[in-house]
């Protein structure tokens, strides 16, 4: 399923997938 890996490098893709990553793009 390579179109969820791409949906998980996309932290704005959605609300919910910025806060599995652990705000790592977002920062602080």
Known sequence: EG???R???RPRASPS???R???S???P
Do not use: M, S, V
Request: with cysteine; hydrophobic share 25%; proline share 0%.
């Open 3 to 5: 179109t969820r890996d």
């Open 7 to 9: 949906q998980r490098h």
């Open 17 to 19: 997938c910025r806060l």
């Open 21 to 23: 990553l652990g705000a």
């Open 25 to 27: 793009e977002a920062g």
